[in-house]
């Protein structure tokens, strides 16, 4: 559970600081995640 919340705030850390890249690889790691 923590590691999931990690890595949910660094997509969101990335998502702000690259944008259209960490929507890409936000859509990345749910596939992966939802596997």
Same mark, same amino acid.
């Given at each position: 559970? @923590? $590691?999931? $919340?990690? !890595?949910?705030?660094?997509?969101? @850390?990335?998502?702000?600081? !690259?944008? @259209?890249? @960490? *929507?890409y690889?936000?859509?990345? =790691?749910?596939?992966? =995640? *939802?596997?």
């Amino acid at each position: 559970m @923590g $590691r999931n $919340r990690f !890595a949910i705030e660094v997509a969101v @850390g990335v998502l702000l600081s !690259a944008g @259209g890249w @960490g *929507t890409y690889l936000m859509k990345l =790691y749910f596939k992966v =995640y *939802t596997m």
